[in-house]
């Protein structure tokens, strides 16, 4: 037969490697490659599947879109390029139905590669109905993103059933997908943001910059005209741009995320877990929420002068503590047994709310941290808009040409935050508003206002513990 050459793209790779995960997801921008990726790696499959009865190695495979339109304009097209045309019609055919592509051909070692690609939709009932009793090897969902969990969790209970046992069983079985940036919100959403267990997620770098040129990093360039970006996002919007070049998250039915235009993932990120500096100066500040989900956010100036995020520390979404509670066993065990940081070189940022006393009796959370041993001061003000502007002044910020905000990536769920969950609330009729969306990431990003209102507001604390210096006024004298 004649055969012909793929490279996967650099994220393509890491996602064809992986044969630890049952589901894998591969996020990316228009014009990626990662449906080609996601075709090539059915066809690697079936390749591994062990040979049956008279040496042919059986497979068949669902690829699942929302409709048929969808399937015929996008899905069918690529099998036609790729194993139809570049394989000079040598790999297969489609059978009449139009619906099903047969491959079948003989590989060097003599076995015969006999697989079927079952081109399915799932937006009507007879199609889930149709789809939830077909036996197969293996699935792959184009544009995962509009397929409902339902369907999705009914689809995996198809796959690992074909060929059976008594012809050999599968070599090589599950769920492989590929989509553009889902909605906050979404089951998809979920899924990339924190994937389960038995589940592989892949991210490819955006197409397009911030400053909207096109992106040196991005994927699949080369097989894409020079201004195949330039042409596309004429006439898009900047949420459009957003999700289908830039990778980030739609906005679904919640608000706007507080820091969209200003988190940058990617620049603001460190690649490796960031370190404390045990020989300076600077104390760690940790910016704290209080409440019945108390969150930390821990940061430490640098020598060059750049705020390090270090670590942070939350009670889970799914649990409520007191703050003393959360004091104990969440945040000061991390505070002295993990960073082993003095107690006289941390200083607590917290809001000014803290330090008003309990009308049961005459304790504050403010005292509560003192008692602990730590210098504790209020954060300069418990406006919004001014606790938004300290974050976004920080995040404007470079040194060097580098971020002069630098996030470990150890704090997952800070990042979270900023990048898709704290944010506005929107109206009953989806209008945004200037008003944060209390939910479990807006603790941590109220902790990480606190935190950076004070690089930008409240500098001078000593590393001591004592107040800072009275500043310097004017006498009544002079030296002659």
Not at 439 to 450: I, L, P, R, V
Request: aromatic fraction near 8%; charged fraction near 20%; include cysteine.
């Amino acid at each position: 037969m004649t055969g012909f050459t793929y490279t996967p793209v650099a994220t393509g790779i890491k996602f064809m490697l992986d044969r630890e995960n049952f589901v894998r997801v591969i996020m990316g921008p228009v014009g990626g490659g990662k449906s080609t990726v996601c075709l090539m790696e059915l066809v690697k499959m079936a390749g591994e599947q062990a040979p049956g009865p008279g040496g042919v190695r059986r497979t068949r495979f669902i690829i699942l879109r929302n409709t048929v339109a969808q399937l015929k304009s996008t899905i069918k097209p690529i099998i036609d390029t790729w194993l139809v045309e570049m394989a000079r019609g040598q790999m297969g055919k489609w059978r009449l139905t139009d619906n099903i592509f047969h491959m079948n051909f003989r590989m060097a070692d003599g076995t015969v590669v006999d697989s079927e690609f079952w081109l399915m939709a799932a937006d009507t009932p007879d199609d889930v109905r149709r789809l939830l009793s077909v036996e197969c090897t293996a699935a792959w969902v184009e544009e995962a993103r509009e397929i409902d969990r339902e369907v999705f969790n009914g689809l995996q209970g198809r796959v690992n059933r074909y060929p059976n046992r008594a012809m050999g069983g599968c070599t090589r079985a599950g769920v492989i997908c590929s989509t553009n940036a889902p909605n906050i919100g979404s089951f998809w959403h979920e899924i990339i943001s924190k994937p389960p267990a038995g589940f592989g997620v892949y991210i490819q770098p955006p197409a397009l910059l911030e400053d909207g040129s096109v992106n040196p990093e991005a994927e699949n360039l080369e097989n894409l005209a020079e201004d195949y970006y330039a042409n596309l996002v004429s006439g898009k919007t900047l949420d459009w741009i957003d999700v289908y070049l830039r990778n980030k998250f739609g906005p679904g039915a919640g608000g706007q995320p507080i820091y969209k235009r200003t988190f940058r993932k990617e620049f603001h990120v460190a690649t490796e877990a960031l370190q404390a500096i045990r020989g300076s100066n600077n104390p760690l500040i940790v910016g704290m929420d209080n409440g019945l989900q108390a969150a930390a956010s821990i940061w430490q100036m640098d020598l060059r002068g750049r705020c390090l995020v270090l670590d942070e520390s939350y009670v889970p979404e799914s649990e409520t503590m007191g703050v003393e509670t959360f004091l104990d066993t969440l945040l000061v065990p991390k505070l002295t047994d993990e960073w082993m940081f003095p107690k006289n070189k941390i200083v607590f940022v917290v809001d000014p709310a803290c330090f008003e006393r309990s009308q049961v009796n005459e304790d504050t959370i403010a005292k509560a941290i003192q008692r602990r041993g730590f210098y504790v001061i209020k954060a300069s003000t418990n406006d919004p808009a001014k606790r938004v502007n300290a974050v976004e002044g920080l995040l404007g910020r470079q040194i060097d040409g580098k971020a002069a905000l630098l996030i470990s990536p150890k704090c997952e769920h800070t990042i979270a935050a900023l990048e898709w969950g704290h944010r506005y609330k929107t109206t009953r009729d989806g209008s945004n508003t200037l008003i944060a969306e209390k939910n479990h990431h807006s603790h941590m990003g109220d902790a990480f206002q606190y935190s950076a209102l004070h690089y930008n507001v409240q500098a001078g604390v000593s590393l001591t513990g004592n107040r800072p210096a009275m500043p310097v006024q004017k006498a009544r004298y002079h030296y002659a």
